[in-house]
């Protein structure tokens, strides 16, 4: 009897361990709902970029068509005002570190880095010339890119392409710098037209913010106000709002 007692007593020690059992499922529930969910997200990214992609590389062909008579007259305007040639290429890290010679309309004097070495702008930087820095406030000199969206190598909206002199540094600097290179990088993005120009350290780390946010959140909604905040950015008018979430709250190394 008393043998038959203490096997009685067993369950009540089971009933015990119950909520700890049922806490554990419930939490591989929710992890196994949380990773399907990401899982979800990541397939309707890759659809949505594949479509995107379809979209912009006709829609990039129809600009560069439309605007090759813009661009030949602001290269010939760059070469009647300063020495060298009106547009140079520039190695870029693009889409999961592959490299690639982007194309813009020059906008500083010629060959200014053969004594200081690959160094950013700064503010009211002595190299740009008085042309350069027209086309650089209205962005007209990121044009000739339209033809790196027609090789692939870009997009139209995405995070902006960095050179490789700097790339090993800012990752270091910056641990979550490397997911930028998730998906292409843009002409225009959330970041460009939100914040300034890279100075410092610091202006990359609050830009990354905003790409890791882009790259998130990313969908037709958002790439239509970016290219419209992109456009009236280009005519003076920086207020537009894209989000009303704040990318800032993102926490990064």
């Not at 806490?23 to 990541?42: D, I, M, W």
């Not at 969206?149 to 995070?159: A, D, F, K, T, W």
């Given at each position: ?20 059992f ?22 309707a ?52 570190g ?46 000739p890119?339209?033809?790196n ?33 998730a ?44 290219l ?26």
């Open positions: 009897m008393i043998q038959l007692e203490q096997r009685m007593e067993l369950p009540s020690s089971v009933l015990d361990l119950l909520p700890l049922q806490s554990e499922r419930a939490n591989k529930k929710r992890q196994a709902t949380r990773v399907e969910q990401e899982r979800l997200q990541l397939q990214r890759h659809r949505y970029l594949w479509l995107r992609g379809m979209v912009e590389y006709s829609f990039a062909g129809l600009l560069l068509l439309f605007l090759a008579p813009v661009i030949f007259i602001l290269g010939m305007a760059i070469r009647l005002t300063s020495s060298g040639p009106a547009i140079y290429s520039q190695v870029r890290v693009g889409a999961h592959r490299r690639f010679a982007i194309y813009k309309l020059r906008t500083m004097s010629y060959n200014c880095e053969a004594k200081s070495g690959p160094v950013w702008a700064a503010k009211n930087d002595p190299r740009v010339t008085w042309l350069g820095a027209i086309l650089r406030k209205t962005h007209l000199d990121e044009l890119q339209l033809w969206v027609l090789r692939g190598e870009m997009s139209l909206i995405g995070p902006r392409p960095e050179r490789p002199e700097f790339v090993t540094k800012l990752e270091t600097e910056i641990p979550e710098y490397g997911k930028r290179l998906i292409r990088p843009g002409i225009t993005g959330l970041a460009q037209i939100s914040q300034a120009p890279d100075t410092t350290i610091h202006c990359v780390r609050r830009k990354t913010k905003y790409d890791l946010f882009y790259i998130q959140k990313m969908n037709w909604r958002m790439d239509l106000q970016i419209v905040a992109t456009g009236l950015k280009a005519l003076g008018l920086n207020r537009y709002r894209i989000c009303a979430e704040k990318p800032e709250k993102i926490k990064i190394g």
